[in-house]
């Protein structure tokens, strides 16, 4: 149930992480530290009294979601490069998702069909309307730029130490759906790609969540979870574990189902994928977007 309070929650980890998401993303150059960007920006939220909701996403090209800094990431921004900036802030456990995409080359127009998509759903965010009639909007503005959304990946729902639940908010149209209702926390995030339009899971893994609370039975793996229970089932990063050994307990831990691994998700080879997204409320005519 939204009251005052729990707005007041959503509202300020908004208005810190649409502040730190545009500084953030005035940082990705080309010959920057991937990894020193990614420290900076996390650390930045910590600094600001609030946590993050999950690792900052920084994905590449046909990367279109779930990548971050590993420990020692030795890679830079280059050149051409088109960067996902997806940054989530939590405060008491309620949920700021917004992303913004950095162009390093000439895709401006790829860039416009993600933001012109998300201010489409937006504007059609009230009480009875149903997610399909979104996801109609978003996938109406992306095509007609030239370019396809991505039909796999979609907008959520949000709750106090959740960073996805239903809703899901597709990026097409379907029929029906969700119908919203007032007091619904939603994010909405359109993705306009030049590839084929669903993204596929690649090996690279680096961010988990905890499932399911089990014994576990090696020093390492209790180690590890000693730190993952602080997040309360939000999303983490290996890198921020800072434990050597983690690895195998992370392989261990996932194949109990006591963690899930968030492979990356993307596109085909050489495509280029662009994201926008923001977090907000359904109010009683319409919405506020705490992002913003």
């Not at 998702?97 to 069909?113: E, F, I, K, R, Y």
């Not at 007091?183 to 899971?201: K, L, Y």
Request: net charge negative.
């Amino acid at each position: 149930m939204m009251n005052d309070e729990i707005l007041e929650n959503y509202k300020e980890a908004g208005k810190l992480a649409s502040k730190i998401l545009h500084e953030g993303a005035q940082g990705v150059r080309a010959g920057g530290s991937y990894l020193e960007l990614v420290d900076s920006v996390e650390d930045r939220i910590r600094s600001e009294g609030a946590d993050l909701a999950f690792p900052l996403n920084v994905s590449l090209n046909e990367d279109a979601a779930h990548d971050t800094a590993s420990t020692g990431d030795e890679r830079v921004f280059a050149k051409g490069d088109v960067v996902k900036f997806d940054l989530g802030v939590q405060i008491e456990g309620y949920v700021a998702d917004t992303a913004t995409t950095v162009d390093l080359g000439n895709n401006s127009l790829l860039l416009d069909a993600s933001r012109a998509a998300l201010d489409a759903a937006i504007a059609c965010v009230r009480p009875g309307i149903t997610t399909g009639e979104i996801g109609a909007a978003i996938e109406h503005e992306i095509v007609t730029r030239g370019y396809r959304p991505v039909a796999n990946l979609t907008g959520h729902g949000l709750d106090q130490y959740v960073a996805h639940m239903d809703p899901t908010i597709p990026n097409i149209a379907i029929s029906g759906g969700t119908v919203l209702e007032e007091g619904m926390a939603i994010a909405i995030e359109p993705f306009a790609t030049t590839g084929s339009g669903r993204v596929g899971e690649k090996t690279r893994v680096e961010i988990y969540s905890q499932i399911s609370d089990k014994p576990v039975r090696t020093p390492a793996a209790r180690g590890v979870m000693e730190k993952v229970r602080e997040r309360r089932g939000l999303p983490f990063s290996r890198r921020w574990l800072n434990d050597k050994k983690a690895g195998l307990a992370l392989i261990s831990l996932c194949r109990s189902q006591i963690l899930y691994g968030y492979p990356v998700l993307s596109d085909i080879p050489g495509s280029l994928v662009s994201q926008h997204e923001h977090t907000m409320i359904v109010t009683e005519d319409g919405c506020i977007v705490t992002t913003r």
